[in-house]
């Protein structure tokens, strides 16, 4: 048990919808890293965000977009949804930037 | 060149024995190194982090680093079936803050019984 929570857990979208994921840090950390981890793949990098700023973006395009709020949970959304953003998306929080990820549950996104 | 590199496996070990998992990166002044484990269906679960040349022991883990080689390992001894999983390297690249984690695509690893 990490302290980091991630809601939903699973989602079912049709290509070109939105959708909005939630992650709620552990209590005392300032930052939170998403990442994308598709079937047999270790987790890519999305974004990560440290005191409410973008922190450092990955290699994604820009209808992948974020959010930190004070209270250091995050939200990630992603537009104009296509088949291939089909994964597990994992949020991580750590203390500091440097400091070691502690990952929640994950959303499972499936793209009809 | 990929940018931290794991064989994809399966490396199955016998139970008790010593099981044994590489990694290699390619960023020479990377300076935080992390190993996860991650059971089928579930989300990494972070099991040891290394800063400095050498080894690191917690419990039934060591991890092993040479920067020099850019070369992060994990050992697990006494290995159980309960450690069958995937295991992932992960390389924090570069030594500024806001470098992202990298990750390996995990190694997967089974214990027969």
């Known amino acids: 048990e990490t302290g980091v929570t991630q809601s939903p857990t699973h989602l079912i979208k049709t290509r070109g919808q939105q959708v909005t994921l939630r992650c709620s840090s552990q209590s005392g950390h300032n930052t939170v890293s998403w990442y994308q981890q598709a079937l047999g793949q270790g987790p890519q990098f999305i974004f990560q965000y440290y005191r409410e700023e973008e922190n450092g973006r990955g290699n994604f395009p820009p209808r992948f977009s974020g959010l930190q709020f004070p209270n250091y949970s995050s939200e990630l959304n992603v537009n104009a949804l296509e088949l291939d953003d089909s994964a597990l998306y994992l949020c991580?929080?750590?203390?500091?930037?440097?400091?070691?990820?502690?990952f929640g549950d994950g959303t499972r996104l499936s793209i009809l | 060149q990929k940018e931290v590199e794991q064989n994809s496996g399966p490396l199955s070990v016998p139970e008790g024995a010593i099981a044994s998992l590489n990694c290699t990166y390619s960023?020479?002044?990377?300076?935080?190194f992390f190993w996860y484990r991650q059971y089928s269906g579930k989300s990494p679960e972070l099991i040891m982090s290394i800063y400095s040349n050498g080894d690191k022991e917690d419990g039934r883990f060591t991890a092993q680093l040479n920067k020099a080689s850019q070369y992060v390992s994990l050992l697990i001894r006494d290995s159980q079936p309960s450690d069958s999983a995937t295991y992932l390297c992960a390389v924090k690249l570069g030594n500024s803050g806001n470098t992202p984690l990298v990750f390996g695509k995990g190694t997967r690893l089974s214990v027969i019984a």
């Open positions: 960023d020479r002044v990377s300076q935080s």
């Open positions: 991580a929080s750590s203390l500091d930037t440097g400091q070691p990820q502690h």
